[in-house]
């Protein structure tokens, strides 16, 4: 009797012991399946800054701004898609969105108007904008912009600034409140104004030319939204 049950003792055990990995092959596929594809469902729309006869900044080398923000949104397009999320570009090619008009301040406000109306049109979840910046002197190095009303935004961006801080280690810039930018101020979701670098100094310029750093650039925004997102959902 003492053996038929150490027997049976025996069946369990190895049983048990035989099926301890399917259960942990199935947990860690399903996290795994959880953890490679966080942003699945969100829709993020990436605005690739000016476009068509707008070419923003320019450096001294003839490095123009909408070149650049088209490159780094489709690399951060890319980025986004591997982990889930449906993604919009404003733009996918040198062009504007205004449209035949008159004068450049009318101009100026449908292309911005447009773009905001996709927003709103994809329903987005997210917005980030990404620009070029210029100004006399020696400025250099990445920021991220926000607009105060929401606290949201404030997280976005400091989660994106924080990133280009550790990444591409060349600015000590922190994100910085902005109300008065026609995007910011007027974009009904949470949104992040990126300016990558100064095309104005002529070092920054250089290295925002080179596609390397602009993949470097677009992998620290993304790291920063996946950081966004993972404390949203921490605090839901």
Same mark, same amino acid.
């Given at each position: 009797? &003492?053996?038929?049950?150490?027997?049976?003792?025996?069946?369990?055990?190895?049983?048990?012991?035989?099926?301890?990995?399917?259960?942990?092959?199935?947990?860690?596929?399903?996290?795994?399946?959880?953890?490679?594809?966080?942003?699945?469902?969100?829709?993020?729309?990436?605005?690739?800054?000016?476009?068509?006869?707008?070419?923003?900044?320019?450096?001294?080398?003839?490095?123009? %701004?909408? %070149?650049?923000?088209?490159?780094?949104?489709?690399?951060? &397009?890319?980025?986004?898609?591997?982990?889930?999320?449906?993604?919009?570009?404003?733009?996918?090619?040198?062009?504007?969105?205004?449209?035949?008009?008159? @004068?450049?301040?009318?101009?100026?406000? &449908?292309?911005?108007?447009?773009?905001?109306?996709?927003?709103?049109?994809? *329903?987005?979840?997210?917005?980030?904008?990404?620009?070029? *910046?210029?100004?006399?002197?020696?400025?250099?190095?990445?920021?991220?912009?926000? *607009?105060?009303?929401?606290?949201?935004?404030?997280?976005?961006?400091?989660?994106?600034?924080?990133?280009?801080?550790? *990444?591409? %280690?060349?600015?000590? &810039?922190?994100?910085?409140?902005?109300?008065?930018?026609?995007?910011?101020?007027?974009?009904?979701?949470?949104?992040?104004?990126?300016?990558? @670098?100064?095309?104005?100094?002529?070092? %920054?310029?250089?290295?925002?030319?080179?596609?390397?750093?602009?993949?470097?650039?677009?992998?620290?925004?993304?790291?920063?939204?996946?950081?966004?997102?993972?404390?949203?959902?921490?605090?839901?």
């Amino acid at each position: 009797m &003492r053996e038929q049950k150490f027997l049976w003792l025996m069946i369990a055990f190895l049983f048990g012991f035989l099926t301890i990995p399917m259960w942990f092959h199935l947990d860690w596929q399903q996290s795994w399946n959880t953890w490679s594809m966080p942003l699945s469902s969100k829709v993020i729309v990436i605005d690739a800054g000016h476009g068509g006869i707008d070419a923003g900044a320019v450096s001294r080398s003839g490095l123009e %701004e909408k %070149e650049i923000t088209l490159n780094i949104a489709s690399y951060l &397009r890319d980025f986004l898609q591997q982990s889930g999320a449906f993604v919009v570009l404003t733009r996918e090619s040198d062009k504007d969105l205004a449209g035949v008009g008159n @004068g450049k301040s009318r101009w100026k406000a &449908r292309d911005l108007s447009k773009r905001l109306q996709m927003v709103k049109d994809e *329903n987005a979840d997210l917005f980030i904008s990404i620009h070029g *910046n210029a100004f006399p002197g020696e400025s250099h190095g990445a920021q991220t912009f926000y *607009n105060p009303t929401r606290e949201a935004n404030k997280k976005l961006a400091t989660f994106i600034q924080t990133e280009l801080v550790h *990444n591409l %280690e060349n600015t000590t &810039r922190i994100a910085k409140a902005k109300n008065d930018v026609f995007l910011l101020k007027y974009s009904p979701i949470p949104t992040a104004l990126v300016e990558v @670098g100064f095309l104005s100094n002529d070092e %920054e310029a250089q290295l925002l030319s080179d596609p390397k750093y602009q993949r470097k650039i677009a992998a620290s925004i993304y790291y920063g939204i996946l950081a966004y997102h993972s404390d949203i959902m921490k605090n839901e």
